[in-house]
């Protein structure tokens, strides 16, 4: 897979689907979550309120993903994944790299060779950003897939140089 990294706003970047990392309720929040449903319009809310009315009555468990769509955003599909909130006390490292991995399945099943991630968990949910970036690089390198590209969203200086030093280990 080829891994790209990019500073910028998700919401602009063409891919055939764009990471939300939504908030577990899926119908929208501050952050990432409250940018793609701005610009996604009412159609992305009426697709999440449809999944919540059918297959996830209870919201979106922290590291699965599922798919609805992308709205008037640039993009076929967004899939959605709630990240774990950082915890200090609690190793959730696990989690998060599920939320990677649940959003390579879910764009596989979609027939998606592109796929604009942003970091997942390193804002309001307070996962350390160099931790975060390094855990999205790693697990997107070490996921069997057949998305042919992974765009690596930063919307900050620090998620970029994160992002720059986790694919410059690969080569390693």
Aim: some cysteine; glycine content about 12%; hydrophobic content about 45%.
């Amino acid at each position: 897979m080829d891994i790209r990294v990019v500073r910028g706003d998700i919401t602009t970047i063409e891919a055939d689907a764009i990471v939300n990392a939504a908030n577990p309720s899926l119908l929208g929040g501050g952050g990432v979550d409250g940018a793609i449903h701005r610009a996604g319009g009412p159609e992305v809310l009426e697709a999440c309120r449809a999944l919540r009315a059918t297959s996830l009555p209870d919201g979106l468990p922290r590291g699965q993903a599922a798919a609805t769509t992308a709205g008037r955003l640039p993009a076929r599909w967004v899939i959605h994944t709630a990240g774990p909130v950082f915890s200090r006390a609690q190793d959730r490292s696990g989690t998060l790299a599920d939320c990677y991995r649940n959003c390579l399945a879910v764009a596989d099943e979609l027939g998606a060779g592109s796929v604009a991630f942003p970091t997942i968990s390193a804002g309001v949910y307070g996962w350390p950003v160099q931790d975060a970036t390094a855990i999205a690089v790693d697990t997107l390198a070490t996921t069997p897939t057949r998305v042919r590209t992974a765009i690596l969203v930063a919307f900050n200086d620090a998620s970029y140089r994160g992002y720059a030093r986790a694919v410059a280990a690969l080569g390693d």
